[in-house]
């Protein structure tokens, strides 16, 4: 059995004001009564047996009050007092884990439709961890999708990493074929992960190796400490760089819920979603997402709308216009931080 690795950082700013500081996408319970942290749990409990989360001090009671409803046993949470991105955070995990031990390390705010298909990759993936290889899964591309990174490949190596393309480039290679989406789903043994980190990101393991000594004998983690580990995502630290990673093609149905149309999306095609105290005249109630409770919404008479009513903020949004929430967000953080 493998070890599951929660990364539960990440604010989810594309899906403000639902999402916020305080509970980000990944900790919000619109999926069936569960949030993306425990559908991610539950989905990979057939393959591990303990869960560690990685998490921002301030959700850390929640996050583990929400692995234990979703059927944890004494789950561990791993509190930071400020991010230090994913090599940080995969670099702590593994020192204060066994060395032979593998590590399924995931994020906590995917969605995955097909889990008879995910299963697959993962036990395929844990095969190859067990022969000392760095495997990631990767995503059959099913559009030319622009803010993903992509991975070269033939069988299982690796040929090489993609940074985020333009349009123009994403076609070609979703032409050409030979290319997966870089799901940010791996595994790997401890020590593995560590032997790569000290060869290829020193500065970052000897710092974390200091906050790990810190956290196994205090249970906690100073900001100083971590403020020490570089901050660099776990693709440029390492995986890039390292020439024993592997790659498991899968296709499944997937998404990072990124964005309200990839919400909507979700909520409409695979969970039982209703809009809650929304009346719809002259309006289609399947073409149109309403979240939020606390008052009526009522549409009239148009289509294709997103309303987010929350207690902070009222957002009205055009379905298929979800990107400019960045733009969006970096005004309220300007003009009303108190907001976020």
Known sequence: MMQHILL??????????????????????????????????????????????????????????????????????LAEPVGRNTAAA?????????????????????????????????????????????????????YPETGFGYISYSGHDVL??????????????LAAGGHLWNSGIF???????????????????EAAAVAAAEWKSTGTLRRETME?????SIDYAVLEKSD?????????????????????????????????????IESDPHKNIVIGKDKLVALVGVENMVVVNTASALLVMKRGNGQDIRQLHQWVRENRPELL
């Open 187 to 205: 595994c790997c043994k401890a020590g593995v992960m560590l032997r790569e980190l000290q060869q290829h990101a020193p500065a970052i393991y």
């Open 90 to 142: 995969i670099a702590l995990a593994a020192f204060v884990t066994d060395p032979e031990t593998i590590l399924l390390i995931t994020p906590a705010d995917h969605l995955i439709g097909t889990p008879d298909r995910y299963a697959v990759a993962i036990e395929t993936a844990a095969v190859l961890a067990g022969g000392n290889y760095i495997v990631t899964i990767g995503l059959v591309p099913t």
């Open 244 to 280: 024993i990673v592997k790659v498991v093609p899968a296709k499944m149905d997937w998404s990072d819920v990124g964005s309200y149309d990839a919400l909507a999306d979700a909520l409409s095609r695979h969970y039982q979603y209703r809009n809650h105290q929304a009346v719809f």
């Open 160 to 173: 090489q990493f993609v940074e985020k393309p333009n349009r123009v480039v994403a076609e070609a290679m």
């Open 8 to 77: 539960c950082g990440g604010s989810g700013t594309r899906l403000w004001p639902l999402s916020n500081q305080q509970t980000p996408k990944q900790l919000l319970t619109l999926f069936d009564g569960y949030s993306l942290l425990q559908l991610a749990f539950r989905r990979n409990r057939f393959a591990c047996n303990k869960v560690m989360a990685i998490v921002n001090e301030q959700q850390a009671a929640i996050v583990a009050e929400q692995l234990e409803q979703a059927g944890a046993s004494a789950p561990v949470c």
């Open 228 to 232: 020490a580990i570089p901050s660099d």
